[in-house]
């Protein structure tokens, strides 16, 4: 009798050695991707409004467009960890390659169409007459570095799948330091303006890239596996991308309807809503470094034809994902009074924020739920169900928050909305790891 606890709380151990080892770094690496930009916007700011307003514009468009494309890592990592569950470390690279050929025709895509359409896309997004020339500068230089940016998500999956977490946060924090000692030198030393700081940002990408790019030559060398492109690889990860494409398309156009939402109800809403939203992002990066651990570890489970383990591992990482919201949502409540101060002195923004962070922080639970189980189905390679889950949640959530400016409740209702939508998400995603069709074993899916 006492053996059997005893034998499972050894596992439970060991699943959270291993959850800790790659999520900690995950964390640590999704920490500094945000700092490009704010490191871009300290340097930028100092040139004068106008230049920081098209920094803003260029900047958005900018995430918006690699966002889309981060299928290329959640695909890529499901798709190499099964490779490497089932011992086969060869195919494993394999696959990481075709992932990064696909990034690579991607990002020359991306570069053929903002290129020539960079004024439109500034002036859709309404950058006024005097940012509109800053923001096309820094956005048409800034797209030369985005195959590179879509190479380093590639290449990210196929590191993560490989059950290696910290190659990602060193090379981040390298490209960190190095974006931010190129945009000085640029900016200032060689006086290029905006155009230094998009320059800067460019070779800091494009050096982040070689060194991902060594890695896993490297690896594959060691491995025998080839380096060409396949097209039929890079087909099939193409379409394992779509339905997590669909997903991420869905979940950005939730963002924007709640943004929206809020700017209808005054200026004291929308910049409340603002800070509540960095909040809220801040918080996913805890959260989602987590979900990262379960697309590697899921993958590797079921690659290795492991249904038992990989249910076990699921479980806990959903015990981590609760106990870890219930730490951010008690952090959240207990920093309200230091906190709103640092992003504004207006009385009317702050009440507006108040009650809505309280939603934010009861919410963390259900948000640790959500990801957590987001990352086993993307481990488990289940696309297209997050596809039609996060379509359903996208037709929940759209008229019940377009009816909050008629029904009234401000800002309080809107992030109410938002509750609900990761409730309604979490629902979706628990029945679907409660009936187990994500257990699909084997080295693909």
Partial sequence: MTQAPARSGTIRRQHDREIVALAVPAFGALVAEPLFVMADSAIVGHLGTAQLAGLGVASALLTTAVSVFVFLAYATTAAVARRVGAGDPQAAIRQGMDGIWLALLLGAAVIALVLP?????????????????????????????????????????????????????????????????????????????????????????????????????????????????????????????????????????????????????????????????????????????????????????????????????????????????????????????????????????????????????VSQPICGVVFVLDGVLMGAGDGPYLAWAMLLTLAVFTPVALLVPVLGGGLTAIWAAMTLMMAVRMLTLWLRSRSGRWVVTGATR
């Fill in 117 to 361: 359409t960079a004024p439109f896309l500034v002036d859709l997004f309404g950058a006024s007459t005097t940012a509109a020339p800053y923001a096309t500068t820094y956005l048409r230089i800034s797209a030369l570095g985005i195959p590179a940016m879509l190479v380093v998500l590639a290449a990210t999956g196929v590191l993560r799948g490989l059950q290696d977490t910290r190659t990602p946060l060193y090379v981040a924090i390298a490209g960190f330091v190095a974006n931010a000692a190129l945009n000085v030198g640029l900016v200032y030393g060689a006086g290029l303006g905006i155009a230094g700081s998009a320059w800067g940002t460019v070779i800091a990408q494009c050096g982040m890239a070689a060194v991902y790019l060594a890695v896993v030559v490297r690896g594959a060398r060691r491995h025998g596996a080839s380096l060409r492109p396949d097209a039929a690889g890079i087909r099939a990860s193409a379409q394992a991308g779509v339905p997590l494409l669909v997903r991420t398309l869905s979940l950005r156009a939730i963002l924007m309807i709640a943004t929206a939402v809020a700017a209808r109800l005054g200026d004291a809403d929308i910049a409340a809503h603002q800070i509540i939203l960095s909040l809220w992002s801040l918080l996913a990066f805890a959260l989602d470094a987590i979900a990262i651990a379960g697309q590697a570890i899921i993958g590797r489970y079921l690659g290795a034809g492991d249904s038992q383990g990989a249910r076990a591992v699921c479980r806990r990482m959903v015990e981590w994902g609760v106990a870890v919201g219930i730490g951010l949502g008690v952090l959240v409540v207990v920093s309200r009074p230091a906190f709103l101060p640092l992003f504004t002195g207006d009385s009317a923004v702050k009440d507006a924020a108040l009650p809505a962070l309280i939603i934010v922080a």
